[in-house]
């Protein structure tokens, strides 16, 4: 299984970001996806999550009404659109499947309910 996550960059405060996942080697239909952070010197965290079909997401509080998590099963990939970004979104961004369909059915803010992650994308923002 290999997630490939992409478009992270050095942006302005208030401008936005697309972060891609693309999947292989799985089923992706089968699998809950999820968003995590980390910024240096601090612990991974969750930013967002999205069931099997896109009917259900969540987000951490910091991000609510910025961020928007969607996914297209066709092309077994998971998107992180970033609005409005802060100084405070700096971090490396990861990708992460779950072996879930549903929300309802893992812990989806826990990082130890993944069972696959990608390599991160750097999001810098400067004030």
């Known amino acids: 299984v290999q997630l490939q996550a992409s478009g992270g960059g050095s942006v302005q405060a208030g401008d936005s970001l697309r972060l891609s996942c693309a999947a292989s080697?799985?089923?992706?239909?089968?699998?809950?996806m999820g968003w995590f952070r980390q910024a240096p010197g601090k612990e991974r965290e969750f930013v967002a999550s999205?069931?099997?079909?896109?009917?259900?997401?969540l987000y951490t509080d910091s991000v609510k009404g910025r961020f928007t998590i969607s996914r297209d099963n066709a092309k077994n990939t998971v998107y992180l659109q970033m609005n409005s970004l802060k100084p405070e979104d700096t971090a490396v961004y990861y990708c992460?499947?779950?072996?879930?369909?549903?929300?309802?059915?893992?812990?989806?803010?826990?990082?130890?309910?993944?069972?696959?992650w990608g390599q991160g994308t750097q999001v810098t923002v400067s004030s």
């Open positions: 999205i069931s099997w079909c896109g009917s259900s997401s």
């Open positions: 080697g799985v089923t992706f239909r089968g699998y809950v």
């Open positions: 992460a499947a779950a072996r879930a369909m549903t929300l309802k059915t893992m812990s989806p803010r826990s990082r130890y309910d993944y069972d696959y």
